[in-house]
């Protein structure tokens, strides 16, 4: 079976520029329609096709990992179009930033950067819709209306279909989208209504969607492979051997170069089947050259940010008041060292790419979070011109931060050039795990200090991380804003590097994901060395002001108050004292990606240490419209499930310079009979919508830490959970 990948067609209507981060619209109208719903189907702008029998196709702009945008960015153009949904079909668009402005999936964008223009986009195709009427009809636009699909002459109740109207558009000239008047929310019947995903049907059925399912005539499948030690080159490899293996092709260097990012060393082998390719690579016995990454170990890397945490930090981030005097003046100090380790983003699709070399140009059918930047690596890599160079945006079978690299689809795209036949590479597991950009481990070495009222006064954090003197690996830094910044009178935020040549980035709540977890847990031990309700003191931290802070770095106090209002009522944490012994509840905050959330967990600790969480409950504000519920909820369960799998399970040991775990038996997922309920709120409030697919997890981490020791007495300051040390 193939996959079949439409996209928008190049005769189209819209042309799109992005200024200032946002996508800016300006109309045309097509001389001729081209749509696979049939003969007559006319496109009014680049995301929109109306059909004579009243089906709207509307393209996706962004790519699909999971998150539900295949479904709401569509949600929110059908809503101003104002057309029924069940006349509604979508298509995945290609690549594109000529026509659809920026494309990719991450930081929680899709909402915020495409709420307002992708409103216009419908806007305006319902605007000429009604031109069109109007001028059919002979009378002003305005006596005109719209209800599902239909425009109607309010006075005479005269009806026309967008299908019958549709082909009258190519002689109505667009208005401009500014003078467009948007729905009131009120009247939303679309945005706002749970939706099922789309494709959920094709996926449950097993149809293809994803890269990993990409079928072209005459296509070979490859695998690569590349040396433990991130980068180091290839000395000697039995080519020949492989070439001796039935149903090989091809088994060929790469020279590659030293960008991790880019294409690396190693060695291809390309094959009639996947397992052909693979029999070939199991014989290649490659020698790898010496690397300096060789000498770099895990263990080397928490001596040495022990060592750093008692030395001058090589850098200042923030410093308010005098730390060091309201130590010493506080009512009762605390000392704590948090460490966190690194993680693989561990897609369950694992990386593959479809890349097919004629006539000079190159064709690619991929998972990627980014397509555009892959785009350009290959036209750079290959040395090709960018617009030779055409990306096909799959389905990805899950993300998190992973696929914003494409390094899977240069490797691809080198080897179909090399093998002068279409090829689909097609990780390992193995290569996955031994092969991510992964989220860098860190070091927090805390000294705080309450008065007599329960106040914090001090606040110092000497933050060890990875990097080269003052720049910082990538997803390795730390704000000097990162709260409580701005909330503690006398507060030092301090910064000392290792070297690392390891690969890092981003994966879900980049730098969040771990920052919350050590911040928050040192929160929790200062309440409790106040005798304070953890709940309450996070709420006297917060303060009386509703906004503290300048612009790009606002943060506001009142919303965080909001959600962990919200959080205490539906977790019944009042009731807390009533749990059974060996029980707590564990509460915790963090505002990332736009986004306010505030997260209590029970769990449950059994003698032996090991570790049961019974409920998460999760309050959010991520402003005054949730576009989809259904994939809004998923979103927040989603997260919380992850970053319970960070707390728990997961680790990356780096030895001589690789990464030790290979697979979930040694890097496992939170299963679903362990998995728990996650109820979810969102207060909504009067700002513009932003996204939540990423904001939600980093508090659950130290919410379960913090519900341990309220079971326990007993404090998490390392990751992940290490139930030995919690037994009884």
């Known amino acids: 079976m193939s996959l079949e990948l439409p996209g928008a067609s190049r005769r189209d209507l819209l042309k799109a520029s992005v200024v200032g981060g946002g996508l800016v619209l300006s109309f045309r109208i097509a001389a001729k329609a081209e749509a696979a719903e049939g003969a007559g189907a006319q496109a009014l702008n680049a995301f929109v096709r109306v059909a004579p029998n009243g089906i709207v196709t509307i393209m996706a702009k962004n790519p699909e990992i999971g998150q539900g945008v295949k479904t709401s960015l569509p949600m929110i153009i059908a809503e101003e179009l104002d057309v029924a949904w069940d006349n509604v079909r979508i298509e995945q668009a290609d690549n594109d930033p000529k026509l659809f402005g920026r494309q990719f999936a991450g930081g929680s964008l899709a909402t915020p950067m495409n709420w307002d223009e992708l409103r216009r986009v419908g806007a305006v195709a319902r605007a000429m819709l009604v031109n069109a009427a109007a001028t059919a009809w002979n ?62 049907a094709k996926i449950v059925k097993g149809e293809p969607l994803f890269g990993i399912d990409v079928r072209v005539p005459g296509m070979l499948y490859a695998t690569y492979e590349k040396a433990p030690v991130f980068g180091a080159k290839v000395t000697k490899a039995d080519l020949d051997a492989a070439r001796a293996v039935k149903g090989v092709k091809k088994a060929f260097l790469v020279e590659g170069g030293t960008k991790l990012d880019g294409l690396l060393p190693g060695v291809a082998v390309v094959g009639d089947s996947w397992w052909a390719a693979r029999k070939g690579r199991k014989v290649l016995n490659i020698q790898w050259a010496d690397h300096p990454t060789s000498k770099q170990n895990s263990a080397d890397f928490d001596k040495r940010a022990a060592e750093l945490s008692t030395a001058t930090p090589m850098k200042n981030l923030r410093k308010d008041g005098d730390v060091d005097a309201a130590l010493k003046g506080a009512a009762k100090t605390v000392e704590a060292a948090y460490a966190y380790p690194f993680l693989a983003h561990a897609p369950l699709e694992p990386q593959n790419c479809t890349a097919q070399f004629k006539d000079g140009k190159m064709e690619i059918w991929a998972p990627t979070q980014n397509p555009e930047p892959g785009r350009q690596l290959v036209a750079s890599t290959l040395g090709l011109k960018p617009e030779d160079v055409t990306v096909h945006m799959t389905r990805c079978g899950g993300g998190f931060g992973r696929r914003l690299s494409n390094d899977y689809m240069v490797e691809a795209a080198w080897i179909a050039r090399e093998a002068g036949a279409p090829v689909k590479l097609v990780w390992t597991r193995e290569d996955d795990m031994h092969h991510d950009f992964y989220r860098p481990a860190g070091y927090h070495y805390f000294k705080g200090g309450v008065d007599a009222a329960g106040n914090v006064v001090a606040w110092h954090d000497h933050f060890v991380t990875f990097g080269d003197g003052d720049a910082v690996a990538s997803s390795a830094g730390m704000a000097g804003t990162e709260f409580p910044s701005r909330f503690v009178p006398n507060f030092k935020m301090d910064q000392s590097t290792i070297p690392l040549g390891v690969p890092t980035g981003p994966l879900r709540a980049p730098g969040s994901n771990a920052i919350a977890f050590a911040n928050q847990c040192f929160i929790d031990e200062l309440a409790h060395a106040a005798g304070a309700d953890p709940l309450a003191f996070r709420m006297k931290l917060l303060g009386d002001k509703p906004m503290v802070g300048e612009a790009p770095a606002q943060y506001n106090a009142a919303r965080m108050k909001g959600v962990l209002a919200a959080v205490e009522k539906m977790s019944g944490w009042a009731g807390r004292s009533k749990l059974a012994q060996g029980t707590g509840m564990g509460v915790a905050f963090h505002f990332s990606h736009a986004g306010y959330f505030a997260e209590v967990v029970q769990a449950k600790v059994a003698a032996t240490g090991a570790v049961k969480v019974e409920k998460v409950w999760i309050a959010a504000d991520v402003g005054r419209q949730i576009v989809n519920p259904a994939g809004a909820i998923n979103q927040v369960q989603g997260a919380a499930i992850e970053g319970l799998s960070h707390a728990l399970f997961q680790k990356i040991t780096i030895e001589n310079g690789a990464a030790k775990q290979s697979n979930f038996t040694d890097y496992p997922l939170l299963r679903m009979a362990d998995s728990p309920p996650v109820e979810v709120k969102f207060v909504m409030t009067d700002y513009p919508p932003t996204g939540l697919g990423e904001p939600a997890l980093p508090p659950v981490i130290p919410a379960l830490c913090n519900a341990i020791f309220a079971a326990t007495g007993k404090r ?7 139930k030995s040390r919690l037994k009884a």
């Open 139 to 200: 009378c002003p636009a305005g006596e005109c209306k719209t209800s599902a699909g239909e425009v109607i002459h309010v006075s005479t109740g005269r009806k026309a279909s967008y299908g019958s109207l549709a082909s009258q558009c190519a002689g109505v000239p667009a208005p401009d989208p500014k003078t467009i008047p948007l729905k009131n929310p009120k009247d939303y019947k679309i945005i706002g209504k749970a939706t099922p995903q789309y494709d959920v």
């Open 716 to 722: 998490v300051r390392t990751l992940p959970i290490d």
